[in-house]
């Protein structure tokens, strides 16, 4: 992308699972698929993964139960160990870090938030919030000041002395974003964070997380199961099944060029107008002779539904937000988009 | 020889492939008896002689002295017994029961700890425990027991928490380290089927008579369940809470500080809770090696037939045994509760500084009116001679003496003793192939295979007879109580008012020291075996309702539905739906039962038994280690084989149904 180097940068990396995974990874053939390495008593958690994530990116991992997704997660943050390949996280290979190391990793630099929360039943929310900066051993006054300031910021002012059953499952969930936030982390993990609540509670939790990643800007690794969701929230999508990514890239790609047919069975049903971008779809310019207002490529093409209709140019200048023409846009195309025909 | 032949022909006809071996195992019992009949059974096979025994006792005895003298074991058991336990012990029965140690401070006016459980039972359950709490207290004290009940409890509020904090510990060591589970697993089984005497002689060998040994021989059976419930509570304890633990940088001590431990809050105090009731049913019994309690007198008392005192120190212990069960019980579902901010500090702690004030308040209080400090010898309302006289002149009346007695001569002429001289008839090598046909058959291979090497142990042992006997009066009780505590249950499984109320008996009772069901047996039956069954009958009874009524209120209501739907008679939905679905629960209460059976039978030995039971009793008043040894290890042996056959069954059976 940029110079700047990617935060997360996974190479080849292999999670074997079975008697000595070590050993037979090694004398494993090149190519063996899921199914021929169960057969031979391992399970392939995660299959010869490569995969960047950079500053300020929010990669969603997606895949039904099962895929790896969770898996690939905790080798990121190493709770589990790999069993082949490397994982650099800003540059330092963790597998190398000592076990202070990786401790110290985990207090400065990791935050992470988990699908039934992982609460301890026995602290206050104000004292659960602050168990990773008490853990780093932070006096007592100043990790109560910053355990307030997050509860704040997730919402839960009032009830910093309830006790985790006391609380619903999103005011749970919302103890948990807060916790994974206290030490100000560069990377946050996220466990399929929504999917124990109710679809309505979800929402309304997504918008909210919508709202603090824009205010905090941080590299995001969320994970999930719900196509939608994986939409409304990624800049890149990951799909993974048995242990290996099928396809990763932005929304707008996924949608309109599903690499393989596992994935086009999820794109089938959706409804391609809401998610692809005006700019997902636009060409270069190549000497296209251009007039008229551009249109915003922010804009999906649904928003952009009406113009489409009424404006009768066959080729629409596409500009970025800062009014700066970058591509163009055939109505043709944008109209079948918006009409679900191919 | 007709029913074994029929059983024979029985178990062949069973579908299963295992059939030839059972039919094998039971053609060369049956062969042996019929040769021990008709007279040609050499004696060699029908009992092991004398010279093929080993000497186990006496090489046992030579390894004990060996550990003890020459390795200097005893000089630390010794040095832990003289200095920090009696330490503890001594400051424990200064501030109880006023004996004459540092620090000089007691006894505490029975009031001022009357008022103290109040609130402890306030606290941890309401009103209701409160009550029970501060009227435990009042009833000891009023009935003339306070000192006696204080001794009692004087050793138990040292021994539950050294026993919690050695388990705790153990049980750490042993969710850590695999290998260090896996050499426990069996000891601790061995242990919880080992029969109390056999933890009170090396407790007294080793760590002097009286509390120290008493202390001692709690503490260590005391210790497994904590151990279990330990590894249990912590390899529960949610993925995702570690994780959260791991990811918030927890050093290994803060995980294990922070996180392992207070989510594994549940089991620990469950653990507690069994630790607590398995102090107290210990140290009542270690009136056996003579120590001075509830439990001593309750012994002495039973000794003179005095039934009206056993009567009142009975109700004494059951009082204590409830109370403090049902606080520590409350205690584990007791959850947090948050105070609103700002909360005042005294209002925080309202509940602590109320106790303090109520102690100190009686302690003073008691200086004005001795009587709230110590009911004295005159002032008691014991109505033991009274209640004497009532007991006696009931099982003197007409009917309940003639019930009783013919009872007694029914079960005795014509069940018991036939019973027992058919088990000692059956030649030993028979008998062990029984025992092994039948482990097969229950549980399969493996349980098979223990069974033989169990029994030929115990054989070899030299106690062969009164093991022989042992059996048989954990055979007869559990078949009796079989046959009463199934239907109950089935009964009382009908309704749910029911199941609720004798679930709640049933729960209380298990609770009761073993002791306590000595009463009742006494009283109805006198001194005779009889008594013993019968004992061993009410204690082994509970379980077997208890898990009736559990399994068959368990079983999921789509099933029972599906049947009334299917138009099957209560009968029918019974027995083709209920029972099948409920049998592995029940076996637990069965196996449960046997495994009472088996602890209450040595117990019953104060009443006169011929068992190994009777012998263990012995022993602990000389030093005979070896042989104290040997004996417990023989009731550990044949309790192991009916634990391991049965488990196995429950096991395979859950499988199959798809249950858990």
Same mark, same amino acid.
């Given at each position: 992308?940029?110079?700047?180097?990617?935060?997360?940068?996974?190479?080849?990396?292999?999670?074997?699972?079975?008697?000595?995974?070590?050993?037979?990874?090694?004398?494993?053939?090149?190519?063996?698929?899921?199914?021929?390495?169960?057969?031979?008593?391992?399970?392939?958690?995660?299959?010869?993964?490569?995969?960047?994530?950079?500053?300020?990116?929010?990669?969603?991992?997606?895949?039904?139960?099962?895929?790896?997704?969770?898996?690939?997660?905790?080798?990121?943050?190493?709770?589990?160990?790999?069993?082949?390949?490397?994982?650099?996280?800003?540059?330092?290979?963790?597998?190398?870090?000592?076990?202070?190391?990786?401790?110290?990793?985990?207090?400065?630099?990791?935050?992470?938030?988990?699908?039934?929360?992982?609460?301890?039943?026995?602290?206050?929310?104000?004292?659960?919030?602050?168990?990773?900066?008490?853990?780093?051993?932070?006096?007592?006054?100043?990790?109560?000041?910053?355990?307030?300031?997050?509860?704040?910021?997730?919402?839960?002012?009032?009830?910093?002395?309830?006790?985790?059953?006391?609380?619903?499952?999103?005011?749970?969930?919302?103890?948990?974003?807060?916790?994974?936030?206290?030490?100000?982390?560069?990377?946050?993990?996220?466990?399929?964070?929504?999917?124990?609540?109710?679809?309505?509670?979800?929402?309304?939790?997504?918008?909210?997380?919508?709202?603090?990643?824009?205010?905090?800007?941080?590299?995001?690794?969320?994970?999930?199961?719900?196509?939608?969701?994986?939409?409304?929230?990624?800049?890149?999508?990951?799909?993974?099944?048995?242990?290996?990514?099928?396809?990763?890239?932005?929304?707008?790609?996924?949608?309109?060029?599903?690499?393989?047919?596992?994935?086009?069975?999820?794109?089938?049903?959706?409804?391609?107008?809401?998610?692809?971008?005006?700019?997902?779809?636009?060409?270069?310019?190549?000497?296209?002779?251009?007039?008229?207002?551009?249109?915003?490529?922010?804009?999906?093409?649904?928003?952009?539904?009406?113009?489409?209709?009424?404006?009768?140019?066959?080729?629409?200048?596409?500009?970025?937000?800062?009014?700066?023409?970058?591509?163009?846009?055939?109505?043709?195309?944008?109209?079948?988009?918006?009409?679900?025909?191919? | 020889?007709?029913?074994?032949?029929?059983?024979?022909?029985?178990?062949?006809?069973?579908?299963?492939?295992?059939?030839?071996?059972?039919?094998?195992?039971?053609?060369?019992?049956?062969?042996?008896?019929?040769?021990?009949?008709?007279?040609?059974?050499?004696?060699?096979?029908?009992?092991?002689?004398?010279?093929?025994?080993?000497?186990?006792?006496?090489?046992?005895?030579?390894?004990?002295?060996?550990?003890?003298?020459?390795?200097?074991?005893?000089?630390?058991?010794?040095?832990?017994?003289?200095?920090?336990?009696?330490?503890?012990?001594?400051?424990?029965?200064?501030?109880?029961?006023?004996?004459?140690?540092?620090?000089?401070?007691?006894?505490?006016?029975?009031?001022?700890?009357?008022?103290?459980?109040?609130?402890?039972?306030?606290?941890?359950?309401?009103?209701?425990?409160?009550?029970?709490?501060?009227?435990?207290?009042?009833?000891?004290?009023?009935?003339?027991?306070?000192?006696?009940?204080?001794?009692?409890?004087?050793?138990?509020?040292?021994?539950?928490?050294?026993?919690?904090?050695?388990?705790?510990?153990?049980?750490?060591?042993?969710?850590?380290?695999?290998?260090?589970?896996?050499?426990?697993?069996?000891?601790?089984?061995?242990?919880?089927?080992?029969?109390?005497?056999?933890?009170?002689?090396?407790?007294?060998?080793?760590?002097?008579?009286?509390?120290?040994?008493?202390?001692?021989?709690?503490?260590?059976?005391?210790?497994?369940?904590?151990?279990?419930?330990?590894?249990?509570?912590?390899?529960?304890?949610?993925?995702?809470?570690?994780?959260?633990?791991?990811?918030?940088?927890?050093?290994?001590?803060?995980?294990?500080?922070?996180?392992?431990?207070?989510?594994?809050?549940?089991?620990?105090?469950?653990?507690?809770?069994?630790?607590?009731?398995?102090?107290?049913?210990?140290?009542?019994?270690?009136?056996?090696?003579?120590?001075?309690?509830?439990?001593?007198?309750?012994?002495?008392?039973?000794?003179?037939?005095?039934?009206?005192?056993?009567?009142?120190?009975?109700?004494?212990?059951?009082?204590?045994?409830?109370?403090?069960?049902?606080?520590?019980?409350?205690?584990?579902?007791?959850?947090?509760?948050?105070?609103?901010?700002?909360?005042?500090?005294?209002?925080?702690?309202?509940?602590?500084?109320?106790?303090?004030?109520?102690?100190?308040?009686?302690?003073?209080?008691?200086?004005?009116?001795?009587?709230?400090?110590?009911?004295?010898?005159?002032?008691?309302?014991?109505?033991?001679?009274?209640?004497?006289?009532?007991?006696?002149?009931?099982?003197?009346?007409?009917?309940?003496?003639?019930?009783?007695?013919?009872?007694?001569?029914?079960?005795?002429?014509?069940?018991?003793?036939?019973?027992?001289?058919?088990?000692?008839?059956?030649?030993?090598?028979?008998?062990?192939?029984?025992?092994?046909?039948?482990?097969?058959? $229950? +549980?399969?291979?493996?349980?098979?295979?223990? %069974?033989?090497?169990?029994?030929? *142990?115990? @054989? &070899?042992? /030299?106690?062969? =007879?009164?093991?022989?006997?042992?059996?048989?009066?954990?055979?007869?009780?559990?078949?009796?109580?079989?046959?009463?505590?199934?239907?109950?249950?089935?009964?009382?499984?009908?309704?749910?008012?029911?199941?609720?109320?004798?679930?709640?008996?049933?729960?209380?009772?298990?609770?009761?020291?073993?002791?306590?069901?000595?009463?009742?047996?006494?009283?109805?039956?006198?001194?005779?075996?009889?008594?013993?069954?019968?004992?061993?009958?009410?204690?082994?009874?509970?379980?077997?309702?208890?898990?009736?009524?559990?399994?068959?209120?368990?079983?999921?209501?789509?099933?029972?539905?599906?049947?009334?739907?299917?138009?099957?008679?209560?009968?029918?939905?019974?027995?083709?739906?209920?029972?099948?679905?409920?049998?592995?629960?029940?076996? $637990? +209460?069965?196996?449960?039962?046997?495994?009472? %059976?088996?602890?209450?039978?040595? *117990?019953? @030995? &104060?009443? /006169?038994?011929? =068992?190994?039971?009777?012998?263990?009793?012995?022993?602990?008043?000389?030093?005979?280690?070896?042989?104290?040894?040997?004996?417990?290890?023989?009731?550990?042996?044949?309790?192991?084989?009916?634990?391991?056959?049965?488990?196995?069954?429950?096991?395979?059976?859950?499988?199959?149904?798809?249950?858990?």
């Amino acid at each position: 992308m940029s110079a700047t180097a990617p935060v997360i940068s996974a190479k080849n990396v292999w999670k074997l699972f079975g008697a000595s995974p070590e050993a037979y990874l090694k004398s494993m053939p090149a190519g063996r698929s899921f199914d021929e390495i169960r057969t031979d008593g391992y399970i392939a958690g995660v299959k010869d993964v490569s995969i960047e994530v950079d500053r300020g990116e929010m990669l969603v991992i997606m895949g039904l139960s099962g895929s790896g997704k969770s898996t690939l997660v905790r080798c990121f943050s190493r709770l589990h160990d790999i069993t082949g390949g490397t994982i650099e996280v800003d540059g330092q290979n963790i597998m190398s870090l000592s076990e202070r190391d990786l401790i110290e990793l985990r207090r400065n630099k990791m935050g992470m938030v988990f699908q039934s929360f992982g609460l301890l039943p026995h602290r206050t929310v104000l004292d659960n919030v602050a168990f990773p900066l008490e853990m780093r051993g932070q006096d007592r006054h100043d990790r109560r000041e910053r355990a307030l300031e997050v509860i704040k910021l997730v919402g839960l002012e009032g009830r910093e002395e309830y006790f985790p059953r006391e609380l619903s499952g999103g005011q749970q969930q919302r103890v948990g974003i807060a916790r994974s936030l206290a030490i100000e982390p560069d990377i946050w993990f996220l466990d399929e964070p929504f999917s124990a609540l109710d679809p309505l509670i979800r929402r309304e939790m997504q918008d909210e997380f919508l709202r603090l990643q824009e205010m905090l800007g941080k590299t995001i690794v969320f994970i999930t199961h719900d196509f939608d969701e994986a939409l409304r929230l990624a800049d890149r999508i990951a799909i993974m099944r048995n242990g290996a990514v099928e396809q990763c890239d932005t929304p707008d790609q996924i949608v309109m060029n599903p690499s393989t047919e596992y994935v086009a069975k999820f794109t089938e049903d959706i409804d391609k107008a809401r998610v692809v971008h005006a700019k997902g779809l636009a060409k270069p310019v190549n000497g296209h002779a251009l007039e008229g207002a551009p249109i915003n490529g922010g804009a999906t093409i649904h928003e952009l539904a009406r113009v489409l209709v009424n404006d009768n140019r066959i080729l629409l200048p596409v500009a970025d937000d800062k009014g700066v023409v970058t591509g163009v846009l055939e109505r043709d195309t944008a109209l079948n988009v918006l009409l679900g025909a191919e | 020889m007709v029913t074994l032949s029929t059983d024979l022909t029985e178990t062949s006809d069973k579908p299963w492939g295992r059939s030839r071996v059972l039919t094998a195992l039971l053609a060369v019992a049956f062969a042996l008896i019929l040769a021990k009949a008709v007279g040609i059974l050499p004696e060699w096979l029908n009992r092991i002689p004398e010279a093929a025994i080993p000497p186990t006792a006496q090489v046992l005895d030579a390894i004990f002295s060996f550990i003890q003298n020459d390795l200097g074991l005893i000089y630390v058991t010794r040095f832990i017994a003289e200095g920090p336990l009696e330490f503890l012990l001594d400051t424990s029965a200064n501030l109880l029961e006023g004996k004459r140690r540092w620090p000089y401070l007691g006894p505490i006016p029975w009031s001022a700890i009357a008022a103290v459980a109040a609130v402890v039972g306030y606290a941890v359950g309401g009103w209701k425990l409160a009550a029970l709490g501060a009227g435990t207290f009042i009833w000891t004290a009023a009935i003339g027991q306070w000192k006696i009940a204080m001794q009692t409890m004087s050793v138990i509020v040292v021994a539950a928490p050294l026993a919690f904090l050695l388990g705790l510990a153990l049980g750490i060591a042993a969710w850590k380290y695999g290998w260090f589970e896996r050499m426990l697993k069996p000891i601790l089984s061995i242990l919880q089927t080992l029969p109390f005497f056999t933890y009170l002689l090396p407790a007294v060998i080793f760590f002097k008579v009286g509390p120290t040994a008493g202390a001692v021989a709690t503490i260590t059976f005391a210790i497994p369940p904590m151990i279990l419930m330990t590894t249990l509570g912590l390899k529960k304890v949610s993925p995702e809470v570690i994780e959260a633990g791991q990811m918030s940088g927890c050093t290994r001590w803060q995980m294990l500080r922070h996180v392992y431990i207070p989510a594994a809050r549940t089991e620990i105090l469950v653990g507690v809770n069994q630790v607590i009731m398995l102090c107290l049913a210990m140290v009542v019994l270690t009136a056996f090696i003579g120590m001075p309690g509830l439990g001593a007198k309750l012994l002495a008392m039973m000794g003179s037939f005095k039934l009206g005192r056993s009567f009142e120190i009975g109700i004494t212990i059951v009082l204590l045994a409830v109370t403090l069960d049902r606080m520590s019980k409350a205690w584990v579902v007791k959850q947090p509760v948050h105070f609103e901010r700002n909360t005042p500090w005294w209002k925080r702690h309202q509940i602590s500084l109320v106790a303090l004030g109520l102690f100190i308040g009686f302690i003073l209080l008691s200086q004005l009116f001795p009587i709230l400090a110590e009911v004295g010898r005159k002032q008691h309302l014991s109505q033991g001679k009274e209640i004497d006289v009532v007991i006696k002149s009931f099982l003197a009346i007409e009917a309940i003496k003639g019930t009783t007695e013919w009872l007694r001569w029914f079960l005795n002429v014509k069940v018991l003793i036939p019973f027992r001289d058919t088990l000692l008839a059956i030649p030993t090598p028979a008998f062990i192939l029984i025992v092994v046909a039948f482990a097969y058959w $229950v +549980g399969g291979r493996r349980p098979g295979i223990y %069974a033989a090497v169990f029994f030929t *142990i115990v @054989a &070899f042992s /030299g106690w062969w =007879d009164r093991s022989v006997i042992t059996l048989y009066t954990v055979i007869s009780a559990v078949a009796l109580a079989t046959l009463i505590g199934i239907p109950l249950g089935v009964i009382a499984a009908r309704s749910e008012r029911w199941s609720k109320s004798i679930l709640l008996a049933c729960d209380t009772a298990q609770t009761f020291p073993s002791f306590i069901y000595l009463i009742p047996a006494i009283m109805l039956f006198g001194v005779n075996d009889v008594a013993v069954v019968f004992s061993i009958l009410i204690f082994a009874a509970v379980p077997l309702i208890r898990y009736t009524i559990i399994g068959l209120s368990s079983v999921p209501p789509e099933m029972t539905e599906a049947a009334d739907m299917s138009g099957s008679t209560r009968r029918q939905k019974l027995m083709s739906v209920q029972f099948p679905l409920a049998l592995p629960t029940m076996a $637990v +209460g069965f196996n449960q039962a046997i495994m009472f %059976a088996f602890f209450m039978v040595i *117990i019953a @030995a &104060f009443i /006169g038994t011929q =068992d190994l039971g009777q012998e263990l009793q012995r022993t602990l008043a000389g030093t005979e280690l070896g042989k104290n040894f040997v004996l417990g290890l023989n009731v550990s042996l044949m309790a192991l084989t009916f634990d391991m056959a049965i488990s196995s069954w429950t096991e395979q059976r859950k499988k199959r149904l798809g249950l858990d």
